[in-house]
């Protein structure tokens, strides 16, 4: 069995996302999506995208969901 998967279609059904969320994430500055080509086929190491999910669990759930929405903290009020 490969250990890559290696097209957009594969990788957004590997993910359970959409093509066009996969080559956002896979663009974005901050901890892309862990792709690369190879002759002009896009692959994805699975052993990488485990990585990379751990990664997007932890800092999900270090953050306060207020700071990761980037809205300010809300204070109680009696």
């Known amino acids: 069995m490969s250990t890559y998967v290696e097209t957009w279609k594969s990788i957004a059904h590997a993910l359970g996302r959409s093509e066009r969320w996969c080559r956002y994430m896979a663009q974005r500055d901050m901890d892309p999506l862990p792709v690369f080509k190879v002759g002009g086929i896009v692959r994805l190491n699975l052993h ?3 990585d990379w999910l751990g990664r997007q669990r932890t800092r999900t759930l270090a953050r306060p969901v207020a ?6 903290a ?3 009020i009696a």
């Not at 700071?67 to 300010?72: D, I, K, Q, R, Y």
């Open 48 to 50: 990488d995208l485990e």
């Open 74 to 76: 809300l204070k109680l």
């Open 67 to 72: 700071e990761a929405l980037g809205a300010p």
